[in-house]
């Protein structure tokens, strides 16, 4: 069975962290919306959806995708760059232990999983504002042992 982890909107998106667009008003209850389709979506293509709903004034918690990179033999608890971000990592962490072997990215390190793209037994991960080198090093040093190729973009 595929597991499909979600989070819930945070009423507080729109003080989400941007980096390469103007902020724009967030329409909640259209996010909203739209994240009860992108869910049934998942359940439609077969995933089991854990919905989270954790702490709410977190405004970026819906990317849960930033908070962990899932491979087969583990799964990669991330250090956002961006600090207010980085609680969201608690309650992903909890539901991904019931399912893989759990690992942390540490200080120095940053890393977030929107840098990061595998293809294969090869993972990209690109050393931005959010992701440095630390967090790269970390990654090589847990993934070598499993064959994974990292490749610094």
Same mark, same amino acid.
């Given at each position: 069975?595929?597991?499909?982890?979600?989070?819930?909107?945070? /009423?507080?998106?729109?003080?989400? %962290?941007? *980096?390469? =667009?103007?902020?724009? @008003?967030?329409? &909640?209850?259209?996010?909203?919306?739209?994240?009860?389709?992108?869910?049934?979506?998942?359940?439609?293509?077969?995933?089991?959806?854990?919905?989270?709903?954790?702490?709410?004034?977190? /405004?970026?918690?819906?990317?849960? %995708?930033? *908070?962990? =990179?899932?491979?087969? @033999?583990?799964? &990669?608890?991330?250090?956002?760059?961006?600090?207010?971000?980085?609680?969201?990592?608690?309650?992903?962490?909890?539901?991904?232990?019931?399912?893989?072997?759990?690992?942390?990215?540490?200080?120095?390190?940053?890393?977030?999983?929107?840098?990061?793209?595998?293809?294969?037994?090869?993972?990209?991960?690109?050393?931005?504002?959010?992701?440095?080198?630390?967090?790269?090093?970390?990654?090589?040093?847990?993934?070598?042992?499993?064959?994974?190729?990292?490749?610094?973009?």
């Amino acid at each position: 069975m595929l597991i499909a982890i979600t989070h819930e909107v945070s /009423p507080n998106m729109g003080q989400c %962290e941007i *980096t390469h =667009i103007p902020r724009q @008003e967030i329409d &909640i209850e259209l996010a909203r919306s739209q994240h009860i389709q992108y869910e049934m979506a998942l359940v439609e293509l077969g995933c089991q959806v854990k919905r989270l709903s954790g702490d709410l004034s977190l /405004p970026d918690s819906v990317f849960v %995708e930033d *908070t962990a =990179i899932v491979l087969n @033999e583990m799964a &990669i608890i991330t250090r956002p760059g961006v600090g207010t971000r980085r609680d969201e990592t608690r309650k992903v962490a909890e539901v991904l232990g019931e399912y893989r072997t759990i690992f942390k990215i540490v200080s120095p390190g940053t890393l977030e999983g929107g840098d990061v793209l595998q293809v294969g037994k090869t993972l990209y991960i690109g050393v931005t504002g959010r992701s440095n080198d630390s967090g790269v090093q970390q990654v090589i040093d847990l993934v070598s042992p499993h064959e994974y190729e990292v490749v610094r973009v």
